[in-house]
């Protein structure tokens, strides 16, 4: 049977926990196979998925209302930039 690891705040190991993180336990069980980390974030900062919201912080960015006006942004940006592409 596979036993369960928790990590406390401190770093250190204590059984019969779960990771609450499905990619910290692989990241960790890849760890004591090959005695490697690794230096790559847990969520991509880039992406809007991973963000909290501003206004009603109790939601997700991408389920927030400032998640459309941003994407309409984004449009905008991008189809300018297409246009003064076309200029140059």
């Known amino acids: 049977m596979k036993?369960?690891?928790?990590?406390?705040?401190?770093?250190?190991?204590?059984?019969?926990?779960?990771?609450h993180c499905n990619l910290l336990k692989s990241r960790f069980e890849k760890f004591l196979k090959t005695?490697?980390?690794?230096?790559?974030?847990?969520?991509?900062?880039?992406?809007?998925?991973?963000?909290?919201?501003?206004?009603?912080?109790?939601?997700?960015?991408?389920?927030?209302?400032?998640y459309a006006k941003y994407m309409s942004k984004i449009k905008q940006i991008k189809t300018e930039f297409r246009n003064f592409d076309k200029i140059i």
């Open 35 to 66: 005695n490697k980390g690794t230096d790559a974030k847990l969520n991509d900062p880039s992406n809007p998925k991973n963000w909290q919201a501003v206004q009603t912080s109790d939601l997700k960015f991408v389920d927030s209302p400032e």
């Open 3 to 19: 036993e369960n690891f928790n990590i406390s705040r401190s770093g250190t190991m204590r059984s019969g926990g779960s990771l």
